[in-house]
Structures are given as C-alpha cells and as structure tokens.
T-cell receptor, first 117, second 113 residues
Framework: GAVVSQHPSWVICKSGTSVKIECRSL??????MFWYRQFPKQSLMLMAT?????????EQGVEKDKFLINHASLTLSTLTVTSAHPEDSSFYIC?????????????FGPGTRLTVT | QKEVEQDPGPLSVPEGAIVSLNCTYS??????FMWYRQYSRKGPELLMY????GNKEDGRFTAQVDKSSKYISLFIRDSQPSDSATYLC?????????????FGTGTKLQVIP
C-alpha cells in the first residue's frame, strides 16, 4: 500500500513559538492532503484540506492564520502551528489522497504528537 | 445528533472470541464505508472498504453494511491480542470527485490472552 510519512513524530515546544509539521507521500503523488487533529479518546477532526498549488480549505472553527498550510508539491504538505499555546497540544495526523482510475484511497501518516509547555 | 455514532467502549474480550463493532449514521448520502484500525500513538490504518450495502470478508475480518438501517458492522473472528487497538468507522458520500470522510469516535478493543 501507499506510504505517508510525517516529521517530526513528536515535538515539545514552548508557548508562543511556532512549530512546523511535514507530511510526505512517499511513493505516490497526492494533489490533495488532509490535516486532522485528534484529542485523547476522541475521533479525528478534520482541520483543513490542502490542495497542491492552491490555498487550503479550512473547516469551520479552525483558524487559518494560526494553522498555516502549504502544499507546495505533489508529495509534500506542511502544517505550521503559529504562536502555539498549551491548548494546541494534540495529535496531528495528515493523510494523502491517492486517486487511480476514478477510485480514491486516503492513506494516513503516523501522526505527530505536539506538546506545548 | 452526530452524523456518525460509535460506542467508544472499551470492549474487553478473551482471545479467540468473536468481536462485533458497530456504527450508526444519519446521512443517507454516505455510500463508502470504511473501517480503520489505530494503534496507540499511531495513525489510522485502513482495514476494510465497502461500497453501498452488503458484506465483505477479508481473512478474519468481515464488514457489513445495512443502508436501510443506516448501520455498519465489523466482525473479527478468532480475535488475537494483536487486534487490541481502537477501531474507527468512517464513511463518505459519492457525488462526483472525492467527498470528505466522516469518522466515528472509535471503539477501543482489548483482547486478553
């Protein structure tokens, strides 16, 4: 199956700093990638849909100026959490969409655990 | 009302038991139904994928979709300790192109040796 990687796998940062998370599709090109956030014992909440070469589409309630998304190539999307606060501590998961002959599969990365102190 | 409802568990079963995991949903536009397995501190992994109603079997796993009742199930036969994980149901509509996936909250399963 297709592989999606994320870097870093975990990060600790101080309140007020910014953190960048990378999502890469390793063996396929993904024009669309998704960013999710998952709090303990809760489901994946879609934050935004990232399309290569265009602006990301954010879900209602997600601050686009706080969570900056850049999908600069067909294999890389980045999420930057700006001016992080302790309430931003969460598990961030990306997924990449593979489309083949009209069929779509969404492959998930291993996640990045962010802790803001 | 949430679009997708899933009992969070936890569900604890002895090794070898048959496990039944379920979700209900309210959006009749959902056509694609998935089950993901998520180990602790890891990303979700696609287990089963079903289009519309019916059954699908893959090894020890069987997925069932009943669109008339808006109810989907995942059965695990001969459960193993390695099946201990959180199982997420997910579904999406199909209306040209790719529609975003809606996830259930996940059911935590523990298989006791």
């Amino acid at each position: 199956g297709a592989v999606v990687s994320q870097h870093p796998s975990w990060v600790i940062c101080k309140s007020g700093t910014s953190v960048k998370i990378e999502c890469r599709s390793l063996d396929f090109q993904a024009t669309t990638m998704f960013w999710y956030r998952q709090f303990p014992k809760q489901s994946l909440m879609l934050m935004a849909t990232s399309n290569e070469g265009s602006k990301a589409t954010y879900e209602q309630g997600v601050e686009k100026d706080k969570f900056l998304i850049n999908h600069a190539s067909l294999t890389l999307s980045t999420l930057t959490v700006t001016s992080a606060h302790p309430e931003d501590s969460s598990f961030y998961i990306c997924s990449a969409l593979q489309g083949l002959a009209g069929k779509y599969e969404q492959y998930f990365g291993p996640g990045t655990r962010l802790t803001v102190t | 009302q949430k679009e997708v409802e899933q009992d969070p568990g936890p569900l604890s079963v002895p090794e070898g038991a048959i496990v039944s995991l379920n979700c209900t949903y309210s959006n009749s536009a959902f056509q694609y139904f998935m089950w993901y397995r998520q180990y602790s501190r890891k990303g979700p992994e696609l287990l089963m994928y079903t289009y519309s109603s019916g059954n699908k079997e893959d090894g020890r796993f069987t997925a069932q979709v009943d669109k008339s009742s808006k109810y989907i199930s995942l059965f695990i036969r001969d459960s193993q300790p390695s099946d201990s994980a959180t199982y997420l149901c997910a579904m999406r509509a199909s209306s040209g192109g790719y529609q975003k996936v809606t996830f259930g909250t996940g059911t935590k399963l523990q298989v006791i040796p």
